[in-house]
């Protein structure tokens, strides 16, 4: 498959761990913000948003907090799967444009 | 529904050649963006378009355009390419109503383009 990062920070769990990925963001007038997962030879795909006005979102087995006092930004996944194993991104947004961060690979094992 | 498609998946093109890429938005969605994605800058924002206008620009070069149809597909264009050019470009739409508020954004598979 293609490689969508080199040198990225890692996260490896046991399958059935909760995995916590964390992301540091920019603009403090940044209104919304998504996280997204990219398997290899894919574009990313939408996982979860919050905007911000609010400091936590839950989905199905996925929670993102937000913490604008220091502009922090962490997805939690509970219970995680081998089929989670992907490279998670999370992006700012203002205005339409979306700002990425450098990504996280998670590797889960079985 | 169908997704966001990138024609063609993959392109080799030599250095001072340009390269035309596509994009066919989710149906309905008017606000269509474009991404350069590679290994050591990550995910890089290039432009947006929202009903045939640029609404938004990044920091590329004058070499990096683009425009948009009326039926809202839209097309990339890389002139006089660079080894530097190589990368994973994507396109993303979203169904927006106007400027001033973000909305989540579709990727398609991207478009692979090596540049010898």
């Known amino acids: 498959g293609e490689s969508v990062g080199l040198h990225l920070p890692t996260l490896s769990v046991q399958e059935g761990d909760n995995s916590i990925i964390n992301c540091a963001y920019s603009n403090s007038a940044s209104d919304y913000f998504i996280w997204y997962k990219q398997e290899s030879g894919k574009g990313p795909q939408f996982i979860i948003d919050i905007r911000s006005n609010m400091d936590k979102r839950q989905g199905q087995r996925v929670t993102v907090l937000l913490n604008k006092t220091v502009k922090h930004l962490s997805l939690q996944i509970a219970a995680t799967q081998p089929g989670d194993s992907a490279v998670y991104f999370c992006?700012?947004?203002?205005?339409?444009?979306?700002?990425f961060g450098k990504g996280t690979m998670l590797l889960v094992s079985p | 529904k169908a997704g966001v498609t990138q024609t063609p998946r993959y392109l080799i093109k030599t250095r001072g050649q340009q390269v035309t890429l596509s994009c066919s938005p989710i149906s309905g969605h008017r606000s269509v963006s474009w991404y350069q994605q590679t290994p050591g800058q990550g995910l890089q924002f290039l432009f947006e378009y929202f009903s045939e206008t640029q609404r938004n620009k990044g920091n590329f070069p004058g070499r990096f355009s683009g425009r948009q149809f009326s039926n809202s597909r839209s097309e990339m264009n890389v002139s006089t390419l660079e080894l530097g050019d190589s990368a994973l470009y994507l396109c993303a739409s979203s169904y927006q109503l106007s400027q001033g508020s973000s909305y989540e954004q579709y990727f398609g598979p991207g478009t692979r383009l090596t540049v010898t």
């Open positions: 992006a700012e947004s203002l205005y339409s444009t979306l700002t």
